[in-house]
């Protein structure tokens, strides 16, 4: 009897036991498939824990302890300042005969991983996602529902890691749906994305537009203006293209690089709206001339923002992605002081420069559309939350970028009218003055030849006269006479053969629009129009005289042929120049045969000419000009004038010595030297002339 009652007290205390092992722990969620809801509220059960370290992995967390904290959830983005690295837990029990499958969508996070554990069997992991890990298709929201499959009669925990790094969490607030309310929950956020979808697609192809006209008329007009615009739109067009890949069922192309968003998320933002914009500003402008401080105030803070975004870079890839939206909310609340500044000192010179206006509605048009983007988020975020938001675009930012835009373009189409116009206006002023130069060169050869005329008649007189009183006047001063008579018609000769020259260099540079060496060339030929005519009045004129007036010939013939030319005049230190005289005009005709066929040489780029000035004596002063061009013999061979048409300049050089020699009895010597008949491989003239002193 006694062993009876005792293993009947055994039996009881063993069922007793078995039924307390059956009991459902409080804090896991009991769900009847056939009386379930369509959606459940998860925050009452679901236990969380903290991981600060971030090294705890899936076998440490299953021996912690979790706890209700509804703190942790929220239904808007938050600014947490700090890395959010949280783990949930979940037991979920199905006391029905059948298959409990559920959905669970806790928001758009960074790294989520989704764990299942069997009572009795260690956690596995059953699916990884994140906005910083799917690498999968376009349509990935169901990669964010993370299947609860609980089989009839059974318990399952599910563990949720969590970890987001942004600056601003996304809504985070756990919710358990059955397949037909799961399938009607994604409808609903679908139309709602694919609105913003919409916008931002939109807004692409405007920026595209935008993009190709700046290059069309950058490939028509080489300005840097429109370079800086475009690569500011290409910006733009990135950043908002990026923007849809954190959004679901959204046009994506860049899902692949999931984290291409991040990198051009702030980076884009101080890239575009500040680099690029001053850059564009200081060029379009012209601060560099017209406001040298705003000038330099640009330029530094281009290059200042340039270090941040480098900045924001090595942040994003040391997985400090908080950091660089507080570099970006100091930078952004540090510069609306200053930039208002800015548009009112541009705002007093809109008057003075009509393209200010369009540079400052576009940015007021921008600065008003951030400014007020920011406010509408600080009501629903407050102050911090809000500047997480700062690079978010609402439609107001959308407007402020689209009508900043049209003003930009709008002020370099204008900026092409005035660069047209002022085109214009310059040919028309170089045109009067080519039909001007062109009426000075008819009236100095008229002139020339009334001079030649008078002293061929004045010659003729003289001869007349010199006759009638030969037998009065003495033989030598007859012949001194005559020798001067000619000689001052020999220079008439030389004048008109230069000027012809130096008109026909002016009208190639103008014919070849290239304006400023015109002008340029013409106030050179005006200073040696004015001493030719001096000289031709003077038989001797100092040797200081004589190289200034060759210096500023060669400046004309070496811009003539736009630096192709390379000369030098070197002078006896010994050689007292202001107090020596040479003949005047003597050298002229011999370093223009220098220059005319130095320069021809096909075998040297540069054609280089040398005039070297010699004391030999006391009073036997050398000048020797040498040249690296194709030398007498293979001028003459190559000559392809015609016989009639021929350079009379050394000629007339030639008879001048001749004549000097007569009327002074001096003995100036003249040697031509072909450099090619002394060493074939040379090539190049040496002209010698010796000038003795009277």
Known sequence: MKRSMLLLLLLFITAAALANNRVIPPDTLTIEPSAAPVSIDLRPFA????????????????????????????????????????????SIHNPGNVAAP????????????????????????????????DKGGVERWNNYGFV???????????????????????????ILYNSPAYAKFQTIQLESYRRESVVILVLLGMLVVFLSISIINYMQLPDRSYLYFAIYMMGLILFFALRLESKPYQLSFFHRWPM???????????????????????????????????ERVF????????????????CITEEQYHLPTIIYSYVYFGTLVPLLVIYVALARRSQHHPLVRFYLLGSVCLYLACLGSFLIHVRPLGLVGAMGELSAPTILLIGGILLQALFVLAGLSYRNKLVHLERTRTQEMLIKQLNKNKELQRKLNEQLEELVKEQTTEILRKKQELEEQRKIQLETEYVK???????????AQINPHFIFNCL???????MQRDF??????????????????????????????????????LGLERMRFENRMEYEIKVDPDIATAELEIPAMLLQPYVENAVKHGMTNTKHAIGKLSVRFVQTASDMLECIIEDNGIGISRSKALRTLPKHHQSSGMEISQNRAELLNKMYNTEIQIEIIDKSATDESDSGTVVRILIPQL
């Not at 989704?114 to 990884?128: A, C, K, N, T, V």
């Not at 330029?299 to 340039?306: D, E, H, I, P, R």
């Not at 005006?526 to 210096?551: C, G, P, Q, V």
């Open 260 to 294: 291409l968003k991040y990198y051009w998320d702030i980076p884009g933002l101080l890239f575009c709206f500040y680099m690029m914009y001053l850059l564009f500003g200081n060029t379009f402008l012209n601060l560099k001339e017209r406001y040298p401080l705003m």
């Open 102 to 133: 559920w959905l669970l969508f806790t928001g758009w996070h960074d790294f989520m991983y989704w764990y299942e554990q069997i009572p009795g069997d260690s956690p596995r992991l059953l699916m990884q996602t994140g906005l910083m890990l």
């Open 47 to 90: 236990g969380s824990l903290t991981d600060s370290s971030g090294e705890l992995g899936i076998q440490d967390v299953i021996h912690q302890s979790f706890n209700i904290n509804n703190a942790l959830f929220h239904s808007a983005p938050r600014n947490n300042s700090r890395v959010n690295n949280c783990w949930l837990k979940f």
């Open 516 to 553: 400023e060496f015109a002008q340029k060339y013409l106030s050179d030929f005006s200073y040696l129009i004015r001493k030719t005519l001096d000289f031709s009045r003077r038989n001797f004129i100092s040797l200081a005289d004589e190289i200034t007036y060759l210096n500023t010939y």
């Open 148 to 174: 609860a499959d609980v089989p009839a009669h059974s318990t399952r925990t599910f563990y949720l890691h969590i970890v987001n790094k942004s600056f601003n969490e996304h809504p985070f607030i756990p």
């Open 299 to 314: 330029t530094w803070v281009a290059a200042v923002v340039g270090g941040l975004i480098i900045i924001c870079i090595y």
């Open 481 to 491: 006479k005559l020798t001067e008579i000619e000689l001052k018609a020999i220079r």
């Open 504 to 510: 026909n260099s002016i009208q190639l540079f103008v």
